[in-house]
Nanobody, 117 residues
């Protein structure tokens, strides 16, 4: 059974930073592209960041320069660190595992990030 479990969300003041984690089980983690998405209330889910099996990264313009995605294959965990948080970063952050050649695609339940003073 595949599981993606996010953690690290919470209430953060504007200008603050946080690090989200996503622990995977039930997949060959190192084979997967790992993504972070987010969904704010009343808005569509949007891409935030991705990291390939070869550690290539890609970021949405909205977080470029403020976010870092990295992975630890030995721990089957992907991380997202964001600094200089603002209210527009408030959302549920979801972890996604996507196999580049197979049809496997999995989602976590998400972790809430709220940026507020």
């Amino acid at each position: 059974q595949v599981q993606l479990v996010e953690s690290g969300g919470g209430l953060v003041q504007p200008g603050g930073s946080l690090r989200l984690s996503c622990a995977a089980s039930g997949i060959i983690f190192s084979d997967y592209i790992m993504n972070w998405y987010r969904q704010a209330p009343g808005k569509q889910r949007e891409f935030v960041a991705a990291i390939t099996k070869h550690y290539g990264t890609n970021y949405a313009d909205s977080v470029k320069g403020r976010a870092t995605i990295f992975r630890d294959n030995s721990r089957k965990t992907v991380y997202l660190q964001i600094r200089s948080l603002n209210r527009e970063d408030t959302a549920v952050y979801l972890c996604n595992a996507n196999h580049p050649t197979a049809t496997s695609n999995y989602w976590g339940q998400g972790t809430q990030v709220t940026v507020s003073s």
